[in-house]
């Protein structure tokens, strides 16, 4: 069975003298662990969506993250023999083997400008790349093993000197204008939309070598990060993005998400199905609030979200919330809308923004999220540049299953939880617990009574007391483990007595 976690109450039955109670996810203490330090990263060493990933057979971590050169100092730079605008975000690759000391291999398949050797991927069709990536262990084919999905922009400005504006911007497009200082006209780009925006895939056996399928898989734009995952339960992939500016196969006008989160389904990762909103803002958020990104993660049978809330010039940037679902299209905020990682203090490398660039990745007895930034000074409000945009990327993380846990004190007589009934379908029963300076006990209880009777084999059915804490602690009774007090197949409920404890997470196997 999947590990019951409570981020809902969706595996609950009744609760009494508990409460729920959400945990701050905590800064590794190297952070950051990536930083700006090749010339073609020195403006952006940044995350987005679900870009770093685990290859379980290898047991290797791999990241595909955002690098750009210093604009001011590279108003052009030539990419694989391509004029590229300075701002242009190249995708770059780093690998690690514990994911905290992280490495940078030059893997000699893109050049920049005179430098022949970098960590960079042969993906810049245009100027923009905004990736998902994913290890896919359903699929047969070891080739397409690893995917990416990500979005660009097939705009091109060639600039020698002078800025970038917008202009005569609307909901069909906007003029990409270049004006040297003393705004005389340089060049002029119309940006059609969705027609110079796309969105494409690629597939690698290892992680490293890609093959870019030949066509945009469709036309639209996604502006930050995405998020893909394959749910065995339907047997299809399913991405979370900003697709948006997109044609809707079924006729109408292009389908516009703006900054909040679209959904999309395929059954072959290159067909996909029209755009459907499934989470975004509403009237319990600040004024202006914005969902920038919400890299996914399905895990243990529920998606969680991490949301990047960002905002006006007035509101850029808020802490990151957790969401959750059971289907992907119906969203939960947890926690009561929690603040689970934050901010950093002013003068911290993190101070900006926090801008999830994964989803949950679990190491050991730890599950782990990483994140990067954008420097203060860069942010709207400011309308300069003060140093990199996005300086360097790290980590926090929870203790396994440590989103939320069931709380009880150890006055008033703690509490007890009853959960709606399920079918063991282990022979052990395990508790992710903090019951060290407390305790927990585990009654088995026939489904529809919610009491002990004669339909379970055994009378003793409440457990040896658990005063521990651990991620995984078994569970024992008088008569064994819970598969010697259980029917095979028989629907059971389980009541959960705590005092002076924290409950995470239960599951058999």
Known sequence: MNRVLFLD??????????????????????????????????YRCQLVGTSVIHDPIAGKFHMYYIASPEPGHYPSININGQNKP???????????????????????QCTFNDCRDTNLLPFVVGQ????????????????RRFKLLWWGQSCEMHIAKGTVTRENGNAHGFDSVVRDDRGE????????????????????????????????????????????????????YVAFGRFHARPMKKGGSNIEVGRAVGRIESNDFIHWSDTEL???????????????????????????????????????????????????RHWTRVGDRFDFLDLGDEGQWDEGAIRPGSGLLIAGDEMRIYYSTINRKSLPQSRHIDGPRAPGIGMASWRRDGFVSLHADLNGGGGEL??????????????NVDAADGQVTVEVCSSHSMTPDAQLPSKNRV???????????????????????????????LRIRMANADLYSFWTE
Request: hydrophobic share 35%.
């Open 463 to 493: 457990s040896h007391p658990l005063r521990i804490n651990a991620t995984a602690a078994p569970v024992r009774w008088m008569d064994g483990n819970i598969s010697n007090i259980t029917r095979p197949g028989f629907p059971i409920s």
């Open 278 to 328: 499934v989470v975004c803002p509403d009237l319990n958020d600040p004024p202006n609030t914005q969902f920038n990104s919400m890299p996914v993660t399905l895990y243990e049978g529920l998606y969680i979200g991490a949301i990047e809330l960002g905002g006006s010039v007035s509101l850029p940037w808020l802490p990151m919330q957790l969401a959750t679902s059971r289907n992907g």
């Open 86 to 108: 300075g701002h242009t975000t190249l995708p770059a690759y780093a690998e690690s083997d514990d994911g905290v000391g992280w490495t940078k291999p030059m893997l000699g």
């Open 128 to 143: 923009s790349f905004e990736c998902g990536a994913m290890y896919d262990s359903y699929e047969r084919d070891s080739s």
């Open 418 to 431: 009853v959960t709606k009934p399920f079918i063991p379908d282990g022979e052990e029963l395990f508790l």
């Open 185 to 236: 006209v340089l060049s002029r780009h119309h940006v059609t939309l969705p027609g110079d925006w796309f969105v494409d895939v690629a597939f690698s056996p290892d992680g490293i070598h890609w093959k870019r399928h030949p066509a945009h898989v469709f036309l639209g734009a996604s502006d930050t990060g995405q998020s893909i995952l394959f749910d065995p339960r339907l047997s299809r």
């Open 9 to 42: 109450d969706m595996d609950v039955l009744c609760t009494t003298g508990l409460t729920r109670r959400p945990h701050k996810a905590v800064k590794h203490l190297q952070n950051p662990l990536l930083v700006n330090e090749h010339p073609w990263e020195r």
